[in-house]
Nanobody, 121 residues
Framework: QVQLVESGGGLVQAGGSLRLSCAAS????????MGWFRQAPGKEREFVAA????????YYADSVKGRFTISGDNAKNTVYLQMNSLNSEDTAVYYC??????????????WGQGTQVTVSS
């Protein structure tokens, strides 16, 4: 059974930083890419960032470009999200995700349970 476990969320003041971590476990787990999504209250889940292991390509939502950095270790099935210059619009539950195949992220892929990030102004 594959599990994705996020950590590192919390309460931070506007302008501050947080680093999220996600570790994947499971005998059969392997992935072409991993990523982060977030869901704010009353809003749909949205893409934040992703990393493709082959070539280490990274992808970002426009709203976080220049402030967030995704990184990871494919051998350890671990991905990180460094979040700087946080503002109230970044408040959300952040989810780690990994596609089951060489595809973009889909609802039936592997998802973590989420970690809350709250930015106070």
């Amino acid at each position: 059974q594959v599990q994705l476990v996020e950590s590192g969320g919390g309460l931070v003041q506007a302008g501050g930083s947080l680093r999220l971590s996600c570790a994947a476990s499971g005998r059969t787990f392997s992935s072409y890419r991993m990523g982060w999504f977030r869901q704010a209250p009353g809003k749909e889940r949205e893409f934040v960032a992703a990393i493709r292991w082959s070539g280490s390509s990274t992808y970002y939502a426009d709203s976080v470009k220049g402030r967030f950095t995704i990184s990871g270790d494919n051998a350890k099935n671990t991905v990180y999200l460094q979040m700087n210059s946080l503002n109230s619009e970044d408040t959300a539950v952040y989810y780690c995700a990994a596609p089951r195949g060489n595809t973009w992220f889909r609802p039936d892929d592997y998802w973590g349970q989420g970690t809350q990030v709250t930015v106070s102004s």
